[in-house]
């Protein structure tokens, strides 16, 4: 049996252009220069920095096009490629002159950076002052090309022999694997090429000088692993045998050790994302001062040329098929300027004004730093202030950092849901994280504090916080439970 509904759905479609300046608004100071660049690529009629000269308007501004056919589809009304809409008769384009809201930073485009040698290349310049023939060679640096970017191996030999095998036509065996790992072991880093945490502390151990301390470590490594990692101390006392103090030093000597080799390597294959502030916060005569990043602010203008083959095209008597053909490929450009540089504007207005309501919003923390100042602020807040949509400032709020005189901040971290104390008032999940982080700091090491005792405390704070509520926040701060939080 059929049956028939009628669903009656609203929906906003975004137009393209609106989907462009969503995703311009997104990306941060050095994402935003790289997309400048592609668009200055793709656009031959939009050019950067400061024009030679002023332009005076554009002469032909409203005149008719008498001189050829009006019925043609392809005629280009003069009202269609005004030129004055594309430019600003001040060298500066006017988005760049509307506020006093950019840094002082416009000409430090580029930040210098050395190019270290990548974390897999330093590996296998190391292969080569070992004495290898071609195929131990070429199964050594497959297994490089294995380790992933902490240090490991996270492969079975039997997976890598197979993937050799289908993959780069080496046949090999498991025995000759196991061979060419212990070439991996003895390369620096120490402890790289480990499959496990267990091997990978056990190879740095067995670099380390024999001590009795070292001695003990290794054999609790090797053979008390699961012990050790719940810290059952008083189970490793009994088994060797030792004091105290014997066991606190060799414990010592374990947390010594890297339990990420590749993680610490400054060539790592992982791009370290070098953070660019979009915003700066001064605190100037007691008062907050915001600027925006000068770099996002280019200086764009249309090309000379182009206007100058739209004066070709008026001033040409006989317009042919091609120039006609021309000249549409021209006022695409044009128009395609024009909405870049407006959409540049939108950006910046954008940017500044949504940083600006959160800056007040939260103007007691910016003031002095006190991060249990910070007040319970949730996207709605910052949109209703801005009448912006919350997708919006959720856009900036995620991606951008400003640099306050307290360190570089992602933005997205003044944000928290509230919560009342026991005053009644409503606080800031980030004041309490603040609170607990503290109370765990300050906890005696040698018996640390459940998460029930956490609670207990904070309410005797005026916090009154569920123990489940605890342990998720303990978890956010990336704190350990109380057991692995335990010193010797």
Not at 55 to 69: P, V
Not at 163 to 182: H, P
Not at 232 to 247: P, T
Not at 290 to 310: C, I
Request: proline share 4%; aromatic share 8%; charged share 35%.
């Amino acid at each position: 049996m059929l049956k028939q509904f009628l669903n009656l759905k609203l929906s906003q479609k975004l137009s393209p252009q609106q989907i462009q300046l969503m995703k311009l608004i997104q990306l941060p100071t050095q994402a935003f220069e790289q997309r400048l660049l592609e668009e200055m690529n793709e656009n031959p009629a939009l050019e950067t920095g400061k024009e030679e000269e002023d332009y005076e308007k554009d002469e032909f501004e409203n005149e008719d096009y008498d001189d050829y056919d009006d019925s043609e589809s392809d005629r280009i009304e003069a009202e269609d490629i005004n030129i004055d809409e594309y430019l600003s008769n001040d060298e500066t384009p006017d988005y760049k002159t509307q506020a006093n809201n950019y840094s002082d930073d416009d000409d430090d485009r580029e930040t210098p950076f050395a190019a270290p040698v990548s974390f897999h290349q330093d590996l296998i310049n190391q292969l080569n002052t070992f004495i290898l023939n071609d195929e131990e060679r070429e199964i050594a640096e497959f297994l490089v090309g294995s380790i992933d970017d902490m240090g490991y191996i996270r492969r079975s030999v039997p997976d890598m022999v197979d993937d050799m095998a289908f993959t780069q036509g080496i046949y090999t065996d498991e025995k000759m694997v196991e061979k060419m790992l212990q070439v991996i072991h003895e390369l620096e880093p120490s402890g790289v090429g480990a499959r496990d945490l267990q091997e990978c502390l056990l190879l740095q151990l067995k670099h380390k000088t024999p001590t009795e301390s070292v001695e003990l470590a290794t054999d609790i490594i090797e053979n008390q692993f699961d012990a050790f990692t719940k810290k059952h101390y008083d189970k490793l006392i009994q088994k060797y045998n030792v004091s105290n103090e014997q066991l606190k030093k060799a414990i010592h000597e374990i947390e010594k050790l890297n339990p990420k080799p590749g993680g610490s390597f400054t060539g790592n294959n992982k791009v370290t994302e070098n953070v660019v502030p979009d915003f700066a916060i001064r605190i100037v005569d007691g008062e907050l001062e915001l600027t925006l990043n000068g770099r996002n602010a280019p200086s764009l203008h249309v090309s000379k040329d182009y206007q100058e083959m739209m004066q070709t095209y008026k001033d040409s008597r006989d317009k042919s098929a091609q120039q006609k053909d021309a000249v549409q490929f021209i006022k695409q450009k044009l128009d395609s300027a024009k909405w870049f540089i407006d959409a540049i504007r939108q950006r910046q207005e954008t940017l500044f004004v949504t940083m600006n309501a959160i800056m007040h919003y939260q103007e007691e923390y910016f003031l002095d730093g006190d991060e249990t100042k910070l007040k319970p602020m949730i996207l709605k807040d910052i949109a209703d202030m801005v009448g912006l949509d919350i997708s919006t400032v959720s856009r900036v709020a995620n991606s951008k950092y400003v640099e306050t005189p307290y360190g570089t901040k992602l933005i997205k971290e003044f944000f928290s849901e509230a919560m009342t104390n026991d005053q009644g008032e409503e606080v800031s999940t980030l004041e309490i994280k603040k609170i607990l982080k503290d109370v765990i700091d300050e906890e005696d090491k040698l018996k640390p504090l459940p998460d029930d005792q956490l609670a207990e405390i904070l309410k005797e704070k005026g916090y009154p916080i569920a123990r489940r509520t605890i342990a998720k926040y303990r978890e956010q701060l990336d704190i350990p439970v109380a057991r692995m939080r335990k010193k010797m």
